[in-house]
């Protein structure tokens, strides 16, 4: 049996009618990449659930890789997300409310565990906007690097970050004088990431 890569992307959510984090997980449902198994999961935009989600599906699957997508609208190219924190603040996503800790009594942050260079060099190389970032915000998405990467503490050769997206081009006509991507291109540049996380795998 392969070793699986959980690759998670997340609803629409802010009016939007997609999600370019789950239009690009979907398109590898079943895909066996690099000899990585994708088992691609959808979660809601909701800070308790997502996580939850993320380590029940990490305890039942036992991966050997994880890769959350996210979408980051505003920003001009992938982001290859450095650092996950321990903080989830509603006030990022305009929703108010008190900040609190994602998982209480935790470390204050994780640090991503991917090829970040090596996936940078492989996007910039087919000249895929991206870019390394130092913060994932504190919102969801952070939330869920940060459960990823605390649900696999135990294990520190196994790969776990995050990748944040662009919008996706559909999304650009309610977003006017906003960086967009294809949804093509996107998914060509997750599928570096794979085939980047696959050799780290298999050494």
Known sequence: MPPILLLTGFAPFGGERVNPSWEVARRFKRRTIDGLEVRAMRLPVAMGP???????????????????????????????????????????????????????????????RLPLDRMLNALMREGIPAALS????????????????????????????????????????????????????????VELAIITIAREVGG
């Open 134 to 189: 130092l913060s994932a915000g504190a919102f969801v998405c952070n939330a869920v690097m940060y459960a990823g990467l605390h649900a696999m503490r135990r294990n520190p050769a196994i790969p776990v970050g995050f990748i944040h997206l662009p919008y996706e081009a559909r999304q650009a006509a309610r977003h006017r004088g906003a960086p967009s991507m294809t949804l093509d291109l996107m998914v060509r540049a």
């Open 50 to 112: 997502a996580t939850r989600r993320v380590a029940e599906s990490i305890a039942r699957v036992k991966p050997q890789a994880v890769l959350g997508l996210g979408q980051a609208g505003g920003r001009p190219a992938l982001s290859l997300e450095r650092v996950a924190i321990n903080l989830f603040s509603k006030d990022e996503a305009g929703g108010g409310g008190r900040s609190r800790a994602v998982i209480a009594g935790a470390p204050d942050a994780y640090f991503a």
